[in-house]
């Protein structure tokens, strides 16, 4: 019977004594490996995270995954953090309470962890220590790694019962690696112990005899040949006591074996006649494209040897078929152009040419270059932070060869709105001081001065004509969405009132429900028209206009009016699209206003759930109005959600204003349809309608603030 494999991740920091340094690297430590272990195409872990815990709470989670493992269980526990040696030589693993002057009552020993290990019936236990191991920290010092202090001291062999347990170590020593008075990088990072142990087990480069899995010593020379290329002041070190081998991951690197050619097409190739080898020629090319590589492989062995001993025509003819093995892949080169930092783009890599040509793997020059391998090529994800030009290459390596690809681009700011110009104060004349009259001075005769000569006039040189300012041209699909959005406005006032024969029939029909659609279409118009909000503005608050718009409810009248706000939502994305100043993306919500925001819209999501129900529990009847509600609540969840994160901000902050109006508009018209009884209150209409229109006005104060 086949066991579980569990593994626990212990991610620390963050520590409050301010005598240990922060790390930067268990945060994207504990989401790299946790990642990798959790794919069930690599090692399908049940993957638990600790992050930035308390000792006793790393202390219970540790024994409790060791105590209740069983015998054919796999457990893997890996610790990212400082590790601690106290006077007398014992490591301690810190955590985010711990004290360096008090170890033994704020961190985890690493004694514990032995003894736990020790006392586990599991017979497949790893255990990866990628620490800072140290005695003394302080600002500016960041520890890893000394000859004076063995770590694997602390597990000694034999003392961890016996057969199936395994240590492996980041470094065995410890050193300082000074990086001044603050942290030299603020983008958290995997470590390169851990990186290196992702890499390995996602590409299946630490499969070193390529049989499809990778074990445990496999992965052992795979980290100790990467980390010391990568630094090579760390050494990692390993203690197993394994009988057999441990397979920790499979791997999509199979050799694939040569299948010999038949003997008579092995005899034509060596014939004497020169023609009856081109014949031969002729058929080891067929045979190269066929689907099973391995008989593809044994005909490519054997033309790259007629093409490097045969006579020149021969030679020729075999080269030029085994070119059509040969690995390609298209593009040549990825430009990304600019990309703002905070966004994640993707481009695809393609392989062609016969299946023994597209049998091949992914290796990425840069850890920023994310690659996964997806059905006729690879997918290329961009991670990089920091701003500036990247240069990077994807290896693509197969059984006749390999090619780069060359992938390229540049790191951008978020573009910000232009400020808005100040105005410019008119000068006012300054008052005349007021004196005391002062006595007048008897006159004195003056000597009058000699006369100045007569000078002619200069010839006034006429100043040159002023270009009138003018505006840049909108761009035609702006314009097309401004006036989609002037024609549902149009339409709806039209209907509105030839529905209506009074101002009675107005509300008794409902025809009152239409009137924040006509208001907030008209808005977005004139925006989509105004030189200062048609690039962002407009387009944002038409998107979060139409998202409402797609909800299947109301009158069938309306149907061409939502018709007409979804395709200017369309122009208008497509005339972003064609502003090269403007690059949207998503990033990071920000601001006090965002979150209100957020507030706002999950309120009005619970009210019109609250409502929903109340349908619900009054009649069967009503199931089909109770699951409108249901639609409208999860259309506003995501389009709040969304425009939080959506960059440029004032796209953003546009987007949640559109989303309040299409908001309000549906919760107008689903009061409407509202059965008058006692047991349907209303009162999650009414948190809905508060809500969504507080959303409206934290969008507004947020656009106040913007401008400003």
């Known amino acids: 019977m086949t066991g579980q494999r569990r593994a626990l991740i212990i991610a620390n920091g963050e520590y409050d004594n301010p005598g240990l340094s922060a790390l930067r690297s268990p945060a994207a430590d504990a989401e790299a490996l946790a990642s990798v272990l959790a794919d069930r195409d690599v090692s399908d872990f049940d993957v638990q995270v600790v992050r930035d815990e308390t000792a006793h709470v790393i202390a219970s989670r540790v024994e409790d995954l060791f105590a209740d493992s069983a015998p054919d269980d796999v457990v893997l526990v890996h610790f990212s953090c400082h590790g601690l040696k106290s006077e007398s030589g014992e490591l301690f693993f810190a955590a985010r309470n711990t004290r360096p002057e008090r170890l033994a009552s704020s961190a985890v020993p690493a004694d514990f962890v032995q003894r736990c290990m020790r006392m586990s019936r599991s017979r497949s236990i790893v255990l990866l220590l990628d620490c800072c191991y140290g005695g003394a920290f302080g600002r500016g010092v960041a520890v890893r790694a000394t000859g004076e202090a063995n770590v694997l001291d602390a597990f000694p062999g034999g003392g961890l019962g016996g057969r199936g347990r395994a240590v492996i170590t980041a470094s065995n020593s410890i050193e300082y690696a000074f990086e001044g008075d603050h942290l030299a990088d603020d983008h958290a990072r995997p470590s390169v112990f851990t990186s290196a142990l992702v890499e390995g087990l996602r590409t299946g480069d630490a499969d070193r005899d390529e049989d499809g899995w990778i074990a445990l010593s496999e992965l052992y020379d795979y980290l100790f040949d990467s980390v010391r290329e990568r630094n090579p002041n760390q050494t990692p070190s390993r203690d197993i006591e394994m009988q057999g081998e441990l397979y920790l991951a499979r791997s999509r690197r199979r050799r694939i074996k040569p299948s010999p050619v038949p003997a008579d097409l092995r005899a034509a190739s060596e014939d004497p006649n020169m023609f009856t080898r081109l014949g031969a020629v002729t058929e080891l090319q067929r045979r190269l494209t066929s689907e099973n590589l391995s008989v593809a492989i044994g005909a490519h062995e054997v033309l790259t040897a007629m093409a490097q001993t045969d006579i020149q025509h021969v030679a020729e003819a075999a080269d030029l078929a085994r070119q059509e093995a040969l690995v390609r892949a298209e593009p040549e080169v990825v430009v990304f152009g600019e990309v703002v930092r905070g966004s994640r783009p993707v481009a695809r890599i393609r392989l062609e040419g016969p299946p023994i040509a597209r049998a091949c793997r992914f290796t990425a020059s840069h850890s920023w270059l994310r690659v996964t391998e997806v059905d006729g090529g690879a997918e290329i994800r961009l991670d990089q932070v920091e701003i500036g030009a990247f240069d990077g290459r994807v290896t693509v390596t197969g059984p006749t060869g ?26 006012q004349p300054a008052p005349e001081p007021r004196t005391a009259p002062q006595p007048v001075p008897e006159p004195r005769p003056v000597p009058s001065p000699p006369p100045e000569p007569v000078l002619a006039p200069a010839p006034e040189t006429p100043e040159a004509p002023r270009p009138p300012a003018t505006s840049p041209k909108p761009d035609p699909f702006a314009v097309a969405a401004g006036l989609f959005a002037f024609a549902a406005a149009v339409y709806l006032v039209v209907i509105a009132f030839q529905v209506s024969s009074s101002v009675e029939d107005f509300f008794e029909d409902g025809g009152w429900t239409v009137s924040p659609l006509i208001v907030f279409a008209i808005g977005a118009g004139i925006a989509m028209f105004a030189p200062r909000t048609r690039r962002t503005v407009g387009p944002g608050l038409l998107c979060g206009l139409a998202m409402l718009s797609v909800v299947p409810y109301g009158p069938v009248v309306l149907v061409l009016a939502r ?61 089909d109005e109770g699951a409108i509600y249901l639609v409208v609540a999860m259309t506003l969840l995501i389009g709040t959600v969304l425009g939080a994160f959506l960059r440029p901000a004032a796209f953003g902050v546009a987007f949640h204003g559109g989303v ?4 309000i508009v549906m919760v107008c018209m689903l009061f409407y349809a509202l059965p008058s009884s006692s047991r349907v209150t209303g009162a999650g209409w009414g948190i809905a309608l508060g809500m969504v229109l507080s959303l409206a006005v934290v969008t507004g104060f947020a656009a106040r603030k913007a401008k400003g």
């Open 402 to 427: 390999e090619v780069a690809v060359r992938v390229e681009g540049q790191v951008v700011r978020e573009p910000e709105p232009p400020p808005a110009p100040e105005p410019v104060p008119e000068p």
């Open 563 to 623: 018709g007409c706000l979804l395709v200017a939502a369309a122009w208008a994305l497509v005339s972003v699209r064609r502003d090269r100043s403007v690059r949207l993306g998503l990033g990071k919500p920000r601001g006090a206003l965002t979150f209100a925001a957020l507030v706002a819209g999950i309120g009005g999501v619970a009210g019109l759930v609250v409502e929903a129900g109340e349908l619900f529990a009054y009649s069967s009847s009503r199931a």
């Open 660 to 663: 309040a109006g299409g908001g």
